[in-house]
């Protein structure tokens, strides 16, 4: 699937823009990526099994933090359903303020195996691009191949954490950390 065969993409640069119904379909798929075993939980709730009561204030959290210059969020739909999602958010630090890092790429199970993980990662260039950002940076989760998707999309290994991530006794992985450099990628 290309940009193209998403229906749509929302783009939510300050909290009032978030509707009702984006706010629900936002907590029902974080809900589930995080149910389906994807690398989406953050310390604001608890290790999955996880409803929708538990994961609501982690998704206000991360929408009242959002304004146009210092977060966005980034919605794909289809069919007019929320597919996937990811934040783009700049780093505040004077030294650093030249990148981004992105976070919460989920694509919902319903819509794996499309390419909207893809599209959402292209289309957050142009947003990252309209920020004023020239880099972006994400870590990921070691053991899910997803270095190698990132790969594919033009973003570079640039180190490792080792058994960074304890996701249950015995279970340490690295957090693997990728770079996109905005001004040399196509």
Not at 26 to 51: E, M, Q, R, Y
Not at 80 to 86: K, Q
Request: proline residues 6%.
């Amino acid at each position: 699937m290309d940009d193209d065969a998403v229906a749509g993409f929302v783009q939510i640069a300050r909290p009032r823009e978030l509707t009702a119904r984006w706010r629900a379909e936002l907590i029902a798929c974080w809900t589930v990526v995080a149910n389906s075993g994807g690398a989406v939980v953050p310390l604001a709730f608890p290790v999955p099994p996880v409803d929708a009561e538990q994961v609501a204030p982690a998704a206000d959290a991360l929408v009242a933090g959002l304004a146009p210059d210092r977060g966005r969020l980034l919605l794909a739909t289809v069919e007019g359903t929320l597919a996937g999602w990811l934040v783009v958010r700049r780093e505040l630090h004077p030294l650093i303020r030249h990148w981004g890092v992105v976070n919460h790429v989920q694509t919902h199970p319903a819509f794996r195996g499309r390419g909207i993980g893809s599209a959402l990662l292209r289309r957050a260039r142009g947003t990252a691009t309209e920020m004023g950002l020239e880099q972006l940076h994400i870590g990921v989760r070691e053991g899910l191949g997803l270095e190698d998707f990132y790969r594919r999309l033009g973003w570079t290994e640039v180190g490792r954490w080792p058994g960074a991530l304890r996701l249950a006794p015995g279970d340490d992985r690295d957090e693997i950390l990728m770079a996109l450099d905005l001004r040399t990628a196509g």
